[in-house]
């Protein structure tokens, strides 16, 4: 195979995958890492840039990984998506204390925001700069993280100016999930965008996670949420796509389902006018979060298998490019 990358630069998608912290430690001609430069101009940290691994006392940052995949690459002329400066998980035990006053917090997300969001100025192009934030089994819609307790739910706003001004450039997103279709909550995250804008709040981006499971994917619906957030001046972008398989359904069956609706996904976002980014939650099936996430009920969500061969939805999303 010839690998994806050629295809997507000259469409002028942003196409790649999330990196597992493992990668860090292999030679330039390990496999995992020849998958990234054939296919890839586009990587996002998994879980190394997240603040639990940035800041894990107060005041006290480690770069050096997130350094190390900016500079891989950056000597790949590859892009590096922002992943993630506010969010109610993996966040430092510091961080998260509803005992702290609104200054004192607000002032944390400020310090953790300029930091990072200056250190890579202008190399990292777009932040997801509030995650998951939206939870619709709360009466107000609103997660009751530790930012919306101490904070209140202006965070959010506050979250995006303090990223804006560190980089006016940057492209900035808010991301969650189940809120690709139309339903209560993308309705909610629609809600939340909408007055972001209308308050002049420097929000560029919806992310649109994509944790699916074969069967359940409404196209239509996908399709419908991206115009709508296109008529709010946003784009809206895949940013965690994986499409777990029920284990009691594998087979060469669901894995054709599975390259159907990849390629599928792959076809909306390159007729989307407000779409330009489609990005895979991890390389190959080995190391997917989803697996040990579903308690083993959801497998092999990926586009490479676990030996790292391509698997019908890789050969599916390279017709469709
Ligand atoms: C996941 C990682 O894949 C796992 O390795 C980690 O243990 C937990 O986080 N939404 C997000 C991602 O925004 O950061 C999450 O990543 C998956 C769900």
Redesign the pocket.
Known sequence: YHGLRKAADKKGLNFGF?VHTSFFNMSADDPYVKILKENANTLVA??IM?PVYIQPERGVFHFELADQLINFAEANDMKVRG??LV?H??IPYWMNDTTLSRQELLQIMKDHITTVVSRYKGRIKEWDVV??AIDVEEEDNFRKSVWYRVIGPDYIDSAFVYAHRSDPDAILYY?D?DAEGMNEKSDAVYELASKLVKNNIPIHAIGL?S?FTVDQIDLDEIKQNIKRIGDLGLMANIT?LDIGIPSNDFGPQALEKQAHYYGALMQMILESENSNSFIV??EHDGLS?IPGFTEGKKVAPLIFDSALNPKPAYYRLLEVL
């Open positions: 999330a998994e879980n997240k992943h993630c969010w998980q993996q995650n998951e991301n999930y996670q944790h965690e939650w991890g979060w």
